[in-house]
């Protein structure tokens, strides 16, 4: 697609459960992000995919949080039994290549309640 | 942990003014960008500076860096009110990009 298309843009839940958030990247970008923004604060890397190599997970939070990535194309990023503090901005962004400019999605705002 | 830090956390000036922001990190990079974000939803790139540089231009942006001080500024010159977000630096090595808290900056018609 023209842009990085990232969906719920928003997403209410309670407590303890299980939400799944979606990244469409840009058409021919090999590489993924993940991104967490909670409010007022800076970006905080989750995990990159780029092309067919394991992924770097190495900023994933916890265990609760884990993501995929199909081939080059959609990634989904999996938040188990969500808790309060994982109320924030999901950001998505992707690149061609090893390219350094990223190109960001408007994001999954998420509220755990 | 967050490599680059931006200063100061927030400015405030007059439209037509010019507003500085500064950036500085701590490791050796190959380049450093600047982000715009609007109302906390998703960043646009405004401009790239490679290590071997030392200004570049883009309209009113214009950046600087000093890799012996491990440092950049970001000038937007004739600020607009338009021009009113919160500005973050990245910088890139062999590593994902690494963002900075961000300078949150008004710009006041």
């Known amino acids: 697609g023209a842009g990085v298309s990232q969906s719920p843009s928003n997403k209410v839940t309670e407590k303890g459960k299980d939400v799944e958030l979606r990244c469409d990247p840009i058409?021919?970008?090999?590489?993924l992000y993940w991104y967490r923004q909670r409010l007022g604060q800076g970006l905080e890397f989750l995990i990159y995919?780029?092309?067919?190599?394991?992924?770097?997970k190495s900023g994933l939070p916890s265990d609760r949080f884990s993501a995929e990535r199909t081939g080059e194309s959609v990634s989904t990023l999996t938040i188990q039994r969500t808790q309060q503090e994982d109320s924030a901005v999901y950001l998505c962004?992707?690149?061609?290549?090893?390219?350094?400019?990223?190109?960001f999605g408007a994001g999954s705002r998420l509220t755990v309640l | 942990s967050q490599q680059g830090e931006e200063d100061p956390q927030a400015l405030s000036i007059q439209e037509g003014e010019n507003a500085t922001m500064n950036c500085s990190y701590k490791t050796s990079i190959n380049n450093l960008q600047w982000y715009r974000q609007n109302s906390g939803r998703g960043l646009v790139h405004l401009i790239l500076i490679r290590s071997n540089e030392r200004e570049k231009h883009s309209g009113r942006l214009r950046v600087t860096l000093d890799t012996s001080k491990k440092s950049s500024s970001l000038l937007i010159t004739a600020s607009r009110a338009a021009d009113t977000a919160s500005y973050f630096c990245a910088t890139g090595g062999n590593t994902p990009l690494v963002f900075g808290k961000g300078t949150r900056l008004s710009v006041i018609a």
């Open positions: 058409s021919g970008h090999t590489a």
């Open positions: 962004a992707s690149s061609k290549g090893q390219g350094p400019v990223l190109t």
């Open positions: 995919f780029q092309g067919n190599s394991a992924p770097d």
